[in-house]
T-cell receptor, first 115, second 114 residues
């Protein structure tokens, strides 16, 4: 079945540091890939997505590229801010009929950015 | 930005009792979902709902669970005869369309079964 594996957390960085959170997946066919973010006390919010190989999703300075050859979708940001402190979830959605928007999530990575 | 609203934010119940978790999806959305996250584990898909019927469910979603859209705005998850292992954060979500569409999540209901 489908699965998503994220790098283990928590991750603690200083402000303006470079961020990478690794994500790899296993799926049949060509899934859509997502990064969701959860700020304290809030629900999950879509951060970015990519729907086909070599697509790059980007939002709020975050980027991730859909790499089919390595089945990866690593999240990166060049300079993190304190306000980026949150839990980040990698997820996939199969593009099979009757699977709708069923998301399979990774474990989540807690990011803390210190001033 | 429009929001998915969940109530209550916390629910405590005794083992064996029935609970109903409530959600108000975004008004023009047509697809509705429940997910849960047991403490320390992954967020897991439970069920999706479209056109007043279940469109997909996971192996977790057994006869203990049911969903309903009782009126034009609410979407509920009922858990009958709760067990200790049902303790989790339950997230409701909705989307305008299906197949890779962006999901909007509520902030969750933390269910504690004692």
């Amino acid at each position: 079945g489908d699965s998503v594996t994220q790098m283990e957390g928590p991750v603690t960085l200083s402000e303006e540091a470079f961020l990478t959170i690794n994500c790899t997946y296993t799926a049949t066919g060509y899934p859509s890939l997502f990064w969701y973010v959860q700020y304290p006390g809030e629900g999950l919010q879509l951060l970015l997505k990519a729907t086909k190989a070599d697509d790059k999703g980007s939002n709020k300075g975050f980027e991730a590229t859909y790499r089919k050859e390595t089945t990866s979708f690593h999240l990166e940001k060049g300079s993190v801010q304190v306000s980026d402190s949150a839990v980040y979830f990698c997820a996939l959605s199969p593009r099979r009929q009757n699977s709708g928007s069923r998301l399979t999530f990774g474990e989540g990575t807690q990011l803390t950015v210190n001033p | 930005e429009p929001e998915v609203t969940q109530t209550p934010s916390h629910q405590v119940t005794q083992m064996g009792q029935e609970v109903i978790l409530r959600c108000v999806p975004i008004s023009n959305h047509l697809y509705f979902y429940w997910y849960r996250q047991i403490l320390g584990q992954k967020v897991e898909f439970l069920v999706s709902f479209y056109n007043n019927e279940i469109s997909e469910k996971s192996e977790i979603f057994d006869d203990q669970f049911s969903v309903e859209r009782p009126d034009g705005s609410n979407f509920t998850l009922k858990i009958r005869s709760t067990k200790l292992e049902d303790s989790a954060m339950y997230f409701c979500a909705s989307s305008e369309r299906v197949l890779g569409e962006k999901l909007f999540f509520g902030s969750g209901t933390q269910l504690s079964v004692l």
